[in-house]
């Protein structure tokens, strides 16, 4: 049975290769975010939509900042954390937020979902509640499963999606975000889950988060 599945972990993974860029990729600049609030703000508003709609809405809150926020860690300026967040959204409604701050009024579900800004700024007090405030303070307690318990409360955030890319985009090498894509693709090749997706990318000497990003560059692309 071992050689069995040895084989079948070998055969998808010559199936990925031939599908996806998987040992050339390189990880966008998202994955590489000056400020901890930038992560949390993608991670709530990229689930179910095209992730250009995420990408602007991600550089409309820092212009919207004063001064504007910096993006990207190799922009030489400050890092902002969780409580500079909350000082600069609290005073407003998540109705100006969605509006005029983030220019984005998605809600978590099209059945009485909560607007995605109200989510960033609730997931943003579970965090701050549990200590978390910047990069280094999320390495430190990233274990800590109450955190995701009280951010996995927030309402939208049931699934974990929105939590596991979160923790991708703090740096979690291990992770894959279970979203349409990475199901289609899965369902289209018949792969049992995430642990059959990790052992590919450990049999291509990849990263599991490299390789949802190969997989998620291949099933966002328009069909041909």
């Not at 500079?84 to 407003?92: E, K, M, P, Q, Y």
């Not at 409360?153 to 991708?168: D, H, R």
Request: proline residues 4%; positive net charge.
């Amino acid at each position: 049975m071992e050689l069995q599945n040895r084989r079948m972990i070998t055969d998808l993974a010559r199936l990925v290769l031939s599908e996806t860029a998987a040992l050339q990729v390189t990880l966008p600049p998202e994955y590489f975010y000056k400020s901890l609030p930038l992560a949390l703000i993608d991670a709530v508003y990229s689930i179910g939509v095209t992730y250009s709609s995420t990408r602007n809405t991600v550089e409309r809150f820092c212009q919207n900042q004063r001064p504007p926020w910096l993006l990207y860690r190799w922009e030489e300026g400050p890092e902002h954390t969780i409580r500079d967040f909350l000082a600069a959204t609290d005073a407003r409604s998540p109705q100006e937020l969605a509006s005029r701050i983030y220019g984005n009024r998605q809600r978590t579900s099209s059945r009485n979902g909560i607007l995605k800004a109200e989510a960033v700024s609730r997931c943003a007090r579970v965090l701050r509640g549990h200590g978390v405030d910047s990069f280094a303070d999320w390495r430190r307690l990233q274990s800590d499963a109450a955190i995701e318990r009280d951010f996995r409360a927030v309402p939208g955030q049931g699934s974990g999606v929105a939590f596991g890319y979160f923790k991708m985009l703090c740096g979690d090498d291990a992770g894959i975000k279970l979203d349409r894509h990475i199901h289609a693709f899965m369902n289209r090749h018949g792969i049992g889950g995430i642990a059959e997706l990790k052992q590919v990318a450990a049999e291509l000497e990849i990263t599991p988060r490299k390789l949802d990003y190969a997989i998620w560059q291949k099933m966002s692309r328009p069909a041909a």
